[in-house]
């Protein structure tokens, strides 16, 4: 199930998603905080699981993903 929230930029809040269960994704977590409340959140590796779908956003999705822990693990 997806909900999306707000107009631009929009929010996507998934329930379940391809390639990724809850209990991996759990153990790394991206906690961002958005006026004063922390909002969890899968880590680029676990978006990147979790966009193996072969759809071609997907793919393309994954290559700027992998360009951004490449340029993360770079500096």
Do not use: C
């Not at 790394?28 to 956003?57: C, H, M, W, Y």
């Amino acid at each position: 199930m997806t909900s999306i929230l707000g107009d631009t930029p929009n929010v996507d809040i998934l329930t379940r998603a391809r390639n990724l269960r809850w209990a991996e994704a759990e153990r790394d977590l991206a906690v961002f905080t958005v006026d004063g409340v922390d909002v969890p959140t899968v880590s680029i590796r676990g978006l990147i699981e979790s966009k193996r779908t072969g759809r071609l956003q997907d793919s393309a999705d994954i290559q700027v993903l992998e360009k951004i822990l490449r340029l993360r693990a770079s500096t």
